[in-house]
């Protein structure tokens, strides 16, 4: 009988007013985990981006299996920020080189389409070391993203507050409107991470 294989998924990216959503899945060995386990590894918005990096650096040098999925700003004003989530993490799933037995989604919904067994665990990421793993990876892979995006639209300051609706980012927007990685369908009532 094949070994249990158990991924966990998570996204980054669902509340700012600018750049991709991005998702990743990840399959820990119990080796991974431990190691990961003994350096913090949490929740990524429960660590600082010093923390998330060394964590993910970890993983990669680990040889965690992950995968990652990003949808961009046009996808995301087109399909909705939670199916642009969903795909993501489906596209992700798919991708892993090991085919997962289960998977555990972070939050309250399961992966539409996914031909995967499938769990939903609130606050998985807390909860849960695989999911863990994925919201590291989506959360460092969108924070490169986003301060690649601060030297092309510097004005934005992206690299700062990485698209979520702060206080700075909102009058930045007022001062220059929208530039071209702005979700265009979004008012900004999310959070400043998510």
């Not at 989530?85 to 939050?107: A, F, I, N, Q």
Request: charge should be positive.
């Amino acid at each position: 009988m094949p070994p249990y294989v158990i991924a966990g998924t998570d996204e980054a990216g669902r509340g700012p007013l600018a750049g991709p959503v991005v998702a990743a899945a990840a399959v820990l060995t119990i080796e991974q985990r431990e190691l990961l386990l003994s350096l913090g590894l949490n929740d990524s918005k429960k660590l600082i981006a010093k923390k998330r990096e060394k964590i993910f650096a970890a993983m990669c040098e680990a040889g965690v299996e992950w995968r990652a999925q990003a949808a961009s700003p046009r996808v995301i004003d087109r399909i909705n920020i939670l199916n642009a989530s969903l795909w993501c993490m489906k596209r992700s799933v798919e991708r892993l080189r090991v085919r997962p037995t289960l998977v555990l989604v972070d939050g309250n919904r399961l992966v539409p389409g996914l031909a995967v067994r499938q769990k939903a665990v609130i606050k998985g990421d807390s909860r849960v070391p695989a999911i863990a793993a994925a919201s590291i990876a989506a959360k460092v892979l969108r924070d490169r993203v986003m301060e690649s995006l601060d030297k092309i639209y510097p004005q934005y300051q992206f690299a700062k507050h990485k698209g979520y609706p702060s206080a700075l980012h909102r009058a930045l927007v007022a001062e220059y409107g929208p530039s071209p990685v702005h979700r265009l369908s979004f008012r900004g009532a999310g959070g400043d991470e998510d």
